[in-house]
């Protein structure tokens, strides 16, 4: 359709076929799309949003623009790497339209890293994310047991890993296998082996399945593509979270995955698995014949000892007889005794038996019962009322005598006695401090009733008590210097040879 811009009037604006949006937005989704059918793009993935419907969205971008992108459901299930943010990837499609929001996008058929720097570096960012979480810590290795019933497999069952790891648990030690199967390469590996791994651990102990002792997970080799299932975030989890010590075997002896940092023990190949699973049978039969061979050697060797010991302890010991001789002779001693003395306990109760029966015929006993008889008459004597109240009378006059006989001798006592106190009254009396005031001494106490035997221990001001006889007392303060001083003679004194006053301190 071609349109004359020098037809300025607008008249030739009529000759243009109207259209609408839908059909203009068809328009250039077809030339769109027979233009750019097949293209190969490279870029950083941005935003990956994955809905429910299993189609992924994502972007991908370069330093100056940006370009959306669809994956359906097809194409990103058969993927063996799943696109995360922040990954280089190289990505072939067509580019379309969607009218619905006016842009234009990219439709993806298949995506892959941008070469293998790309995926050895989005690996070593998640394996340091996932160490820094502790999930490769040495602490939480389990160990592997030494003879396990049963070893749970978690590999392809078509594949010649399954034949190779039944084939050498046949040859070293043979034990009940469960295989579940899985796919080992793919985009559905990671997901299977995860629920794999949570399935054996499910198991309960003694329920209808068994319950493995030990895990193996295995796979051959392959590009870093093939095995990037195993390098899955929710593989790792799901082996962190078993219980079950896990044995990974994933490829040759150079193939690293994150299952290897993870399990409780890695292997370089599948093979090597199951030998690191079951010891050698025919070495463990040698080992116990061994062990069990020694412990026999050992215990003979014991014996033999012990035997030796007990000859040479047989020939310190005295012999039996001597041992038990005198013993014996002594007990045969005691049993002549024994006898002689039965035969005479015997002969004196039978004695005593002859006796007794001697006393109890008629003749005898008719003797004793007249001598009873008397006895009885005599006391019934004694118990009469007259001879009874004979015996009172006399009893109660010798009480009298007795009384009054007490009575005389405590009044002779208490005389002495009173007697002997008035004496020593006499005599307290006769060395009491009071006759010594009696001829013109006196007795001077402190404050605190303490007798003052010398001057020095009064002071300036100390009141005093001056006993006299016939207890008068008189109260004095002691005078400056504490120590008494004659008074001095005054004038109104007749004679010069007048005593010291000795209470004045003046």
């Given at each position: ?360 015929r008629p003749a005898a006993m008719q003797a004793r019962l007249r001598e009873a008889e008397s006895g009885f008459r005599q006391m019934s004597a004694r118990l009469s009322p007259v001879r009874l109240r004979r015996t009172i009378t006399e ?58 035997t010398a001057p020095d221990g009064i002071t300036d001001g100390n009141a005093l008590d001056v006993e006299f006889a016939a207890g008068k007392h008189l109260p004095v303060i002691a005078g400056k210097g504490g120590k008494p001083r004659p ?20």
């Amino acid at each position: 359709m071609l349109i004359d811009r020098d037809d300025d009037d607008g008249e030739g604006q009529g000759n243009l076929a109207e259209q609408s949006v839908t059909d203009l937005s068809n328009a250039i989704k077809r030339t769109v799309e027979d233009r750019f059918g097949l293209v190969r793009v490279r870029g950083e993935i941005g935003r990956v949003s994955r809905p429910r419907s299993g189609h992924v969205y994502l972007s991908l971008k370069d330093d100056k623009s940006v370009i959306d992108g669809v994956m359906w459901k097809g194409v990103a299930s058969r993927l063996s790497v799943s696109p995360e943010e922040g990954m280089e990837a190289v990505v072939t499609g067509r580019l379309t339209t969607f009218g619905g929001q006016s842009k234009y996008q990219i439709v993806i058929d298949h995506l892959a890293p941008a070469g293998a720097g790309a995926l050895m570096a989005m690996l070593d960012a998640r394996r340091r994310a996932l160490e820094a979480e502790g999930l490769f810590a040495a602490s939480r290795k389990k160990a592997i047991p030494l003879i396990p019933k049963t070893i749970g497999i978690v590999t392809s069952p078509s594949g010649a890993v399954i034949r190779d790891i039944l084939h050498r648990l046949a040859e070293r030690f043979p034990c009940d296998v469960l295989v579940w199967p899985v796919a080992v390469q793919g985009k559905a590996c990671a997901g299977e082996v995860a629920r794999a791994i949570k399935g054996f651990d499910a198991l309960a102990p003694g329920g209808p399945v068994a319950r493995p002792d030990v895990l193996i997970v295995a796979r051959g080799g392959g590009s870093i593509e093939d095995l990037w299932g195993f390098n899955e975030e929710e593989v790792v989890r799901a082996a962190a979270d078993c219980s079950i010590p896990l044995i990974s075997a994933i490829g040759h002896e150079t193939d690293v995955t994150l299952l290897d940092h993870v399990a409780d023990l890695r292997a370089p190949t599948p093979t090597g698995a199951a030998e690191k699973a079951v010891p050698v049978r025919a070495d463990l039969i040698a080992q116990v014949s061994e062990k069990g061979n020694l412990r026999v050697r050992a215990m003979t060797r014991r014996l033999d000892t012990l035997r030796e010991r007990n000859v040479q302890a047989a020939r310190l010991l005295p012999k039996p007889d001597a041992l038990i001789g005198d013993k014996r002779q002594k007990v045969d001693l005691a049993g002549q005794g024994l006898s002689r003395a039965l035969l005479d306990i015997f002969a004196e109760h039978r004695a005593g038996m002859a006796d007794a029966r001697a006393s109890l015929r008629p003749a005898a006993m008719q003797a004793r019962l007249r001598e009873a008889e008397s006895g009885f008459r005599q006391m019934s004597a004694r118990l009469s009322p007259v001879r009874l109240r004979r015996t009172i009378t006399e009893r109660g006059d010798g009480l009298r005598a007795l009384s009054a006989a007490m009575v005389r001798t405590g009044r002779g006592l208490l005389t002495e006695r009173e007697a002997a106190l008035k004496g020593f009254a006499r005599m307290i009396e006769a060395v009491s401090y009071q006759r010594v005031l009696d001829r013109g001494f006196a007795v001077v106490r402190d404050s605190t009733g303490n007798v003052v035997t010398a001057p020095d221990g009064i002071t300036d001001g100390n009141a005093l008590d001056v006993e006299f006889a016939a207890g008068k007392h008189l109260p004095v303060i002691a005078g400056k210097g504490g120590k008494p001083r004659p008074r001095k003679a005054s004038r109104t004194d007749k004679s010069d040879n007048a005593p010291p006053d000795l209470f004045n301190f003046q």
